[in-house]
T-cell receptor, first 112, second 113 residues
Framework: RKEVEQDPGPFNVPEGATVAFNCTYS??????FFWYRQDCRKEPKLLMS???SGNEDGRFTAQLNRASQYISLLIRDSKLSDSATYLC?????????????FGSGTRLQVQP | DADVTQTPRNRITKTGKRIMLECSQT?????MYWYRQDPGLGLRLIYY???????NKGEISDGYSVSRQAQAKFSLSLESAIPNQTALYFC????????????FGDGTRLSIL
């Protein structure tokens, strides 16, 4: 089982739609979680951290379910500019591993 | 100016050549990382460094070496480049805690013929 798993998509949605991505992680000891956005052939950029209580930033809402070991990202009122790949990122739960683990990403295409 | 700067941005070279990719940062972060990304695949960790005396192999370190010349500089070398090392390479930095997010440079597009 991969440490971090994401549906690769693509998710094709019309402008204005609400879309949700899920990500599962394997190590129950992981403490920190993030969503990154990556545009084609560009660097990943931090979109938001994910907190246990859930958090919102404008049209974006992130939630963490520790019991089921998954993280979600909800995007409301999708814009064309939201088209990108969204990476789920998890901190190491294993003391022998000391770097974040990146999922392979979910591609979103918002259509006019 | 970018906080994490990679040079060169693009490089085309031949099999067998030695190549160095450089990364410098002005964020004051202790930790630095090198990743490669292949089309359609996720980021794979090559090497990471927690300070100038702490360098660690990542999941795909074979064929690569690194040097942490100073807190702000971390370079990646391909001693004898081969075509399957053609990829997009990213440098990243983070604060001194495994729970902190990473911040990426713009990337180096490397093609080996």
């Amino acid at each position: 089982r991969k440490e971090v798993e994401q549906d690769p998509g693509p998710f094709n949605v019309p402008e204005g739609a609400t879309v949700a991505f899920n990500c599962t992680y394997s190590n129950s000891a992981s403490q920190s979680f993030f969503w990154y956005r990556q545009d084609c052939r560009k660097e990943p950029k931090l979109l938001m951290s994910v907190y246990s209580s859930g958090n919102e930033d404008g049209r974006f809402t992130a939630q963490l379910n520790r019991a089921s070991q998954y993280i979600s990202l909800l995007i409301r009122d999708s814009k064309l500019s939201d088209s990108a790949t969204y990476l789920c990122v998890v901190s190491p739960g294993d003391p022998g591993r000391r770097a974040l683990t990146f999922g392979s990403g979910t591609r979103l295409q918002v259509q006019p | 100016d970018a906080d994490v700067t990679q040079t060169p941005r693009n490089r085309i070279t031949k099999t067998g050549k030695r190549i160095m990719l450089e990364c410098s940062q002005t964020k004051g972060h202790d930790r630095m990382y090198w990743y490669r990304q292949d089309p359609g695949l996720g980021l794979r960790l090559i090497y990471y460094s927690f300070d100038v005396k702490d360098i660690n192999k990542g999941e795909i370190s074979d064929g690569y070496s690194v040097s942490r010349q100073a807190q702000a500089k971390f370079s990646l070398s391909l001693e004898s480049a081969i075509p399957n090392q053609t990829a997009l390479y990213f440098c990243a930095t983070s604060r001194g805690n495994s729970n902190q997010p990473q911040h990426f440079g713009d990337g180096t597009r490397l093609s080996i013929l």
